[in-house]
């Protein structure tokens, strides 16, 4: 059964940093693309980021609205998906999904940024 | 950034009902694209991929079609488990981009 599971999440003052984990069971991590899709309060999904397999150099892309403050990054001997979020901003404020091939979806985790 | 419009932001219609949401891309998008529902409190469902391949365990009564810049989710035979939102999403290129969803309610 493919599972993944995302934590990290909290509450957080504008300016600091967040690092998201997503840990992944039940299919081969290490040939996944995986991506991290956010979701507002107003409920609008966002793609933030992607990251490809060694094959493909663990290529990496972002959303222009975090390109510069998130860093993407993947352990394949954890099977796991990381998100890095810097300089984070009040309209970062949403329910960030970790995602594979759009096929799968972990729960979820909240991250709230406010002073 | 490909734009993607969505349309309607919210449809009501009766038990049994065929309804239509509809996605159009600011470019093409060469069949690029997907459908995913969301219940609330869950998360996204993915639906259709590739604009018409119906995902594994999703009822044959949800389909899409579309070429180039218009896509569309046609949802047959409209049933009280389909209320949800749904969104489409472009993946031909980077950045990925989402339609701003539609809300399906039961009339």
């Known amino acids: 059964e493919v599972q993944l599971v995302e934590t990290g999440g909290g509450l957080v003052q504008p300016g600091k940093s967040l690092k998201l984990t997503c840990a992944t069971s039940?299919?081969?991590?290490?040939?996944?693309?995986m991506d991290w899709v956010r979701q507002s309060p107003e409920k609008q999904l966002e793609w933030v980021a992607q990251i490809k397999d060694k094959s493909n150099n663990y290529a990496t892309y972002y959303a222009e609205s975090v390109k510069g403050r998130f860093t993407i990054s993947r352990d394949d001997s954890k099977s796991s998906v990381y998100l890095q979020m810097n300089s984070l901003k009040e309209e970062d404020t949403a329910i960030y999904y970790c995602t594979y091939y759009g096929s799968y979806w972990g729960q979820g985790v909240m991250v709230t940024v406010s002073s | 950034d490909i734009q993607m419009t969505q349309s309607p932001a919210s449809l009501s219609a009766s038990l049994g009902e065929t309804v239509t949401i509809e996605c159009r891309a600011s470019e093409d998008i060469y069949s690029n694209l997907a459908w995913y529902q969301q219940k609330p409190g869950n998360s996204p469902q993915l639906l259709i991929y590739d604009a018409n391949s119906l995902a594994d365990g999703v009822p044959s009564r949800f389909s899409g079609s579309g070429s180039g810049t218009q896509y569309s989710l046609k949802i047959n035979s409209l049933q009280s488990e389909d209320v949800a939102s749904y969104f489409c999403?472009?993946?031909?290129?980077?950045?990925?981009?989402f339609g701003s969803g539609t809300k399906l309610e039961i009339k």
């Open positions: 039940g299919f081969t991590f290490s040939n996944a693309w």
């Open positions: 999403q472009q993946y031909n290129n980077y950045p990925f981009t």
